[in-house]
């Protein structure tokens, strides 16, 4: 059952319904592509990132927010077979590694090759980057996420952990006036 069928309805558990159980979704998502995201991770050579990385388990993390919310991650070392196809990329980036100090995980959309290579689309290019960083920035301040502007680019870099998101705790109090 949707929020917004609740919403709509005004009933809740209190009616004899209740939410579904994802249990069994969650250990499918796991075992598939949860686990797929979390292996396409790189470090900045294209190497997988290392699990002692200090920055894996946040990159984790954002992997998995990230393919909840619908996105594939980029395969983005430029040897990798799936490199063409584009994507979300995620990649830690040292505390040194940035003018203001800051460490984290880099997040920037890349597209299709067949965009990225085209030069009669290059206007087409720049604006769907411009906006996927955009929107992707926007995401994952939703998810919860620390977020400040990286690079020249239009990409994020993720600071820290997950915060808890408003608007559960807003659901939560707008379903209690309806009982």
């Known amino acids: 059952m949707s929020v917004r069928f609740f919403e709509r ?25 949860l ?18 990385d200090p920055h894996a388990p ?30 979300v990329c995620l990649l830690p980036v040292p505390s040194g590694h940035n003018p203001d100090g800051q460490g984290g995980i880099a997040v920037s959309w890349t597209t299709h090759d067949l965009l990225v290579l085209d030069w009669q689309r290059g206007r087409e290019h720049q604006g769907t980057q411009q906006a996927m960083n ?17 690079g020249t680019g239009g990409a994020s870099l993720v600071t820290g952990p997950r915060r808890a998101a408003p608007s559960a705790a807003r659901r939560s109090r707008s379903s209690r006036g309806r009982r």
């Not at 919860?144 to 502007?149: F, K």
């Open 134 to 150: 955009h929107a992707l920035a926007s995401v994952l301040t939703a998810l919860g996420y620390p977020v400040s502007p990286f």
């Open 9 to 33: 309805t005004g009933r809740d558990a209190a009616d004899g319904l209740q939410p579904p159980d994802l249990r069994p979704l969650r250990a499918a998502a796991e075992r598939g592509e």
């Open 35 to 52: 686990a797929e995201a979390r292996a396409r991770l790189a470090e900045g050579l294209g190497h997988p990132l290392p699990s002692d």
């Open 58 to 87: 946040l990159a984790r993390d954002v992997a998995q927010a990230l393919t909840e919310a619908g996105f594939a991650l980029h395969d983005c070392a430029p040897h990798h077979p799936r490199y063409r196809l584009g994507g």
